[in-house]
């Protein structure tokens, strides 16, 4: 019964190219989350989806940064023309639970962490 | 947006000794989890509270939801090496997280 699983673990881009991160949910699962956390910082929402829906994008930056989770597939995050202020883990998070008084308990990867030189 | 204070930033804690991390919210929660997240790990659940003034106990780990539920805590007793990492209470629907309390210990 494999976790939620994240590719790559580790992305090096140079400034002005494209990330592009997957996350794979638990089966079952069909409400993913991105986090973004900074080196000795916490994890900062980005954006809440189920299937073919973006529910909450509140926390995404208006440019560069786009997510989905299509029908079929992982859901991806993508981001483009990066920053070297992007470089930073990125985790992404599944349950279960619908609604939106309660996520129930968030299975995470292992993150990605991209680097941008 | 919500969001949720921890304090301490940073534990540092002899070994043996106990401590307690809280959590604030400005508003009230429907419901809270903590997690921990050991150097270069992944953020892995510990427990939800939802009901007011609700305690939880795993092992040397109390969990307390505050009678108000805008505030909450987490007590370990006799801490041990394996308590190292990073402690974070999130909130509500979309979790926002707070920005955590480091933990070492002196052996």
């Known amino acids: 019964n494999a976790g939620v699983m994240q590719n790559p673990r580790h992305l090096v881009r140079r400034r002005g190219q494209e990330a592009r991160l997957r996350c794979s949910p638990m089966?079952?699962?069909?409400?993913v989350y991105w986090y973004r956390q900074l080196p000795e910082e916490g994890l900062k929402f980005m954006v809440y989806?189920?299937?073919?829906?973006?529910?909450?994008e509140s926390g995404m930056p208006k440019e560069r940064f786009s997510a989905e989770f299509p029908k079929e597939g992982p859901s991806i995050l993508r981001i483009q023309q990066v920053v070297r202020g992007d470089s930073a883990a990125y985790f992404c998070?599944?349950?279960?639970?619908?609604?939106?008084?309660?996520?129930?308990?968030?299975?995470f990867g292992e993150g990605s962490r991209l680097t941008v030189l | 947006g919500q969001q949720v204070m921890q304090i301490p930033q940073y534990q540092h804690v002899q070994e043996g000794e106990d401590f307690t991390t809280y959590c604030n919210s400005s508003?009230?929660?429907?419901?809270i989890q903590w997690y921990k997240q050991r150097p270069g790990g992944h953020p892995v659940f510990l427990i939800q509270?939802?009901?007011?003034?609700e305690v939880k106990k795993q092992k040397r780990l109390t969990f307390q939801f505050g009678e108000a539920k805008k505030n909450s805590s987490l007590h370990i007793t006799a801490t041990q090496t394996t308590d190292v990492g990073t402690y974070f209470c999130?909130?509500?629907?979309?979790?926002?997280f707070g920005a955590g309390t480091t933990v070492t210990v002196r052996a």
């Open positions: 998070a599944s349950s279960p639970l619908q609604g939106r008084r309660n996520t129930g308990e968030l299975f």
């Open positions: 989806l189920q299937k073919e829906n973006i529910i909450d």
């Open positions: 508003t009230t929660l429907s419901n």
């Open positions: 999130a909130a509500d629907y979309k979790l926002s």
């Open positions: 089966k079952g699962h069909s409400h």
């Open positions: 509270l939802v009901k007011s003034g």
